[in-house]
Each structure stands twice: as structure tokens, then as C-alpha cells.
């Protein structure tokens, strides 16, 4: 018998290859506030955060004190010929710089120009004893004849009450001053929101000319009676597409019994979630409302993750959902990026003791228009 067979080969020829992969940047990043009280550990990419708060007895209460971080959480109340810009670097500072800046126009004689650096705040929950504010400063530029001072202070949005300061005189220098403000916090009430505001004001007579306040560093730091922390955790950022929606879950906690938080979403526009809340070291609610988000000017980030604690005794551990998505209502693409919060309290320094003195409280109405508040522009100058 004749035996056939078929041989079948396969033959496989391969052909050298090279692949270049190139990351892409997530549209929405996590980005750490810059604050001494907030340590952060960014996951790769950006998309995760390991956040340690420390509550203390001695709280900061600015973001972005040293205008390190471009023109972020700073607005503006603009005057007639006064407006508010960011430096990048100026000579003798410590790094970015706020600026009042303008040519101020003398009409019949003199003319008087103000404008206001402002940030807006939220009260520890924690009640308040006593308070300073350090800040670095300069007149850099000022007409012929002129007459000027600054003060800083607090305004209340809902009342129009305003607390401001003793005025600081000043004068043309191309050097940096210092100097401490002592604030009577009598009539700030816990958990409230204020704007705290720095004011330049200058007379001008006879001649017309440029006007330019810079302020290198402003520092506002509260002493309250038990450990307290406002302020912000974690800053967010849209880097493409956009608008998407936003809203925290809690998931998990190890909460000190006498923990009582608030955690809100902000964004730029300084629309805020309905907070999750813990009192007690139970938690209340466990998630907040929907908050839109987007690209946001040059200088500022899109939004952020903003906590008022106190009563804080024991470490507190909480798991955080930071949820987004394309469409309203949590439609359309959705993603989750997981977010830890550790609660630390640390030893402060001072606070039960009043740091009032060489500050008044007016009960007037403050010349701030709140509809003609904006962000600062970004101004080079020749160092």
C-alpha cells in the first residue's frame, strides 16, 4: 500500500518593530495646596491623594500667602485708576508679588484712588481668641505729591460690616518693609465666611503719575481654643475638555469620637458642594452636592477640597471618592479617583491669650462693590 503524506510548514517571518508610547496627561489632576498645615502624596499621574491635615491651636488661614503660585485664590476690587496684578519676581522678594498698580489722573486739584487685594475666608468652627497678620510690603512708585497708607481687614458679605485695621503710612521705597497687625477677632463669629482684604489707598494732588503697592508676603493666623483646621486639602485642575461635574463620596472612616469636619467642594467661581459632615466622630452625611468644574485662567486652579475641623483630640482616617463625569447627573463618561485624608493634631503654639491691640473695629459699610470683584492680571516688569 502506498502510504502518502502531506507535510504542511508554516513559515512566520517577523519584521523588527519599534513602538514609541507617549503618556496622556489625565484631563483632571490633583495638585497639592502649597500649605505648611497639608502634607500631600500625589499617585502617579495625579490621580490619587494621600492627605495629611494637621489641626492645631494655631491655624493659617490664607491660601497662597507668598503669591508663590501665580494669581491663585486672590481677587480684586479695582478703583478708578487702581487695579491688582501678579508679578512673577520682583527685586528683594521672596518670589511672586501682588501689585496695585495704576497711573492715577488729578482732576480739580487731587483726586483720591483706593483698591483692594482680597481672599475670601472660612471661620474655624472652633470659636477664635486672637489673631495677626504679618506682611511684607513696599511703595514702589507714587506721582509728585502724594499722601498714602494701607490697611488690612475683614468684610462681611452678608451684612456689609467690615473690621480694618489702623492705616500704615507709607512711603516710596525701593526696599521691602515687615511689619505685625495685631487683630481683635471679638466680632467674627465660628464657621462663618469672610473676605479678608488688604487696602491701598493714596491721595494725589497737582500732578497726575503711577501708582504701584506691592505686597511680597501677607500671613493671617488665628488662635482658637481647641485644635482647628480651615482650610484647604487638595487642589483640582482641568487641564482639557471640560466642563465636567464633581462630587465626593465618603466610603470608609476610623474617626476620633470627638472629631467634628465639614468637607466641601469649591470651585473657581466659588460656587460650593453641600458639605459631607462628621460630628461627634460620626459621620452625618456622606456625600456632597454637584459642583461643575472646568479650565480656569492662567494662575488658578479649576477648584478644590475644602475642610473646617475641630475638636480633634485623636488621629481621624477617612476614604474619599473624588468622582466626575461629562454629563449633569452623573451621566456620560464617569471617573473615580480615590482620595485618603489623615486628621493629625499637633501642638500649637500660643492661642488662648487675646493678641488684640493697635486694631479697631468699624461698623460701617465698606466701599467693596462685590460685583466688580476680579482676578488679578499678570504684569512683567524689568527687575
Keep these: 500500500m502506498l502510504s502518502t503524506r502531506f507535510v504542511y510548514a508554516c513559515v512566520s517571518v517577523y519584521y523588527p518593530v519599534s513602538v514609541e508610547v507617549y503618556p496622556v496627561e489625565s484631563p ?13 502624596s500625589l499617585g502617579p499621574n495625579s490621580v490619587s491623594a494621600d492627605v495629611t491635615v494637621y489641626a492645631s491651636n494655631v491655624v493659617d488661614m490664607l491660601n497662597n500667602p507668598d503669591f508663590y503660585s501665580g494669581l491663585d485664590y486672590w481677587f480684586c476690587d479695582p478703583g478708578d485708576y487702581l487695579s491688582c496684578y501678579w508679578l512673577s519676581g520682583d527685586a528683594g522678594a521672596s518670589g511672586g508679588v501682588g501689585d496695585i498698580y495704576g497711573y492715577v489722573e488729578v482732576a480739580n486739584i487731587y483726586t483720591v484712588d483706593d483698591a483692594y487685594l482680597l481672599q475670601f475666608i472660612r471661620m474655624p468652627s472652633s470659636p477664635v481668641v486672637g489673631g ?9 512708585d507714587a506721582p509728585y505729591i502724594y499722601s498714602s497708607y494701607f490697611t488690612v481687614g ?3 458679605p452678608q451684612d456689609g460690616l467690615v473690621w480694618e485695621s489702623v492705616g500704615v503710612v507709607l512711603s516710596v521705597s525701593d526696599a521691602y518693609k ?48 481647641e485644635y482647628s483646621f480651615s482650610g484647604i486639602g487638595l487642589k483640582v485642575n482641568v487641564t482639557s475638555g471640560g466642563p465636567y461635574y464633581t462630587r465626593l463620596v465618603l466610603r470608609g472612616w476610623d474617626l476620633d469620637p470627638s472629631l467634628d469636619c ?3 467642594f469649591i470651585n473657581r467661581d466659588l460656587t ?4 459631607i459632615v462628621i460630628k461627634d466622630g460620626a459621620p452625618v452625611s456622606l456625600d456632597t452636592s454637584e459642583v461643575d468644574i472646568s479650565i480656569a485662567p492662567a494662575g488658578y486652579s479649576s477648584g478644590w477640597i475644602y475642610l473646617v475641623l475641630s475638636k480633634s483630640d485623636g488621629v481621624s482616617r477617612l476614604t474619599l471618592e473624588f468622582q466626575y463625569y461629562t454629563v449633569s447627573g452623573g451621566g456620560g463618561a464617569n471617573v473615580t ?7 493629625d493634631p499637633v501642638d500649637g503654639s500660643g492661642g488662648g491669650e487675646s493678641l488684640g491691640g493697635g486694631y479697631t473695629q468699624v461698623i460701617r459699610d465698606l466701599e467693596l462693590n462685590l460685583t466688580s470683584i476680579t482676578i488679578l492680571g499678570i504684569r512683567e516688569v524689568r527687575m
Design 28 to 40: 483632571v489632576i490633583f495638585l497639592d495646596p502649597g500649605r505648611s498645615d497639608v502634607a500631600v
Design 132 to 140: 495677626v497678620v504679618n506682611i511684607v510690603y513696599k511703595l514702589y
Design 154 to 156: 475683614f468684610y462681611d
Design 178 to 225: 515687615s511689619t505685625s497687625i495685631s487683630v481683635d477677632v471679638s466680632g467674627l463669629e465660628p464657621g462663618r465666611e469672610y473676605i479678608f482684604f488688604i487696602h491701598f489707598v493714596i491721595l494725589v494732588t497737582l500732578w497726575s503719575g503711577y501708582a504701584d503697592f506691592r505686597v511680597d508676603y501677607v500671613q493671617l493666623t488665628f488662635n482658637t481654643q
Design 262 to 264: 465639614n468637607i466641601t
Design 272 to 275: 460650593e458642594s453641600t458639605p
Design 337 to 343: 479617583y480615590p482620595v485618603t485624608i489623615v486628621i
